[in-house]
């Protein structure tokens, strides 16, 4: 199992920063690649970022340009450094981790999530 915990939301101006934090826990060295989520109210769940254990990086059209994706391996948690952020960023962004389990009968893949964090932007 791996447990997430987030950290470094808040209330934010628009055109303001904020850094999210993900701290993993448990059996991090299953765990393929990580990811940010979020959720702004009535509408789904879009994937903003995702970094492999490589560090290799990719962006949606939400991330793209004004967020950066990162992790640290040694402190096993993973960033989201927002920069000019926009009301529309306004959401709970959530963790997320892919999990590989080998077993007897094959491989498995599951997705672990963090509780979440509200982030809000002012305009």
């Known amino acids: 199992q791996v447990q997430l915990v987030e950290s470094g939301g808040g209330w934010v101006q628009a055109g303001g920063s904020l850094r999210l934090s993900c701290a993993a826990s448990g059996n991090i060295f299953s765990i393929k690649a990580m990811g940010w989520y979020r959720q702004a109210p009535g509408k789904q769940r879009e994937l903003v970022a995702t970094?492999?254990?490589?560090?290799?990086?990719n962006y949606t059209d939400s991330g793209e340009g004004r967020f950066t994706i990162s992790r640290d391996n040694a402190k096993n948690t993973m960033y989201l450094q927002m920069n000019s952020l926009k009301s529309e960023d306004t959401a709970v962004y959530y963790c997320?981790?892919?999990?590989?389990?080998?077993?007897?009968?094959?491989?498995?893949?599951?997705?672990?999530w963090g509780q979440g964090t509200q982030v809000t932007v002012s305009s």
């Open positions: 997320n981790a892919r999990r590989v389990v080998v077993t007897s009968q094959g491989k498995y893949e599951y997705d672990t």
């Open positions: 970094i492999t254990g490589r560090g290799n990086t």
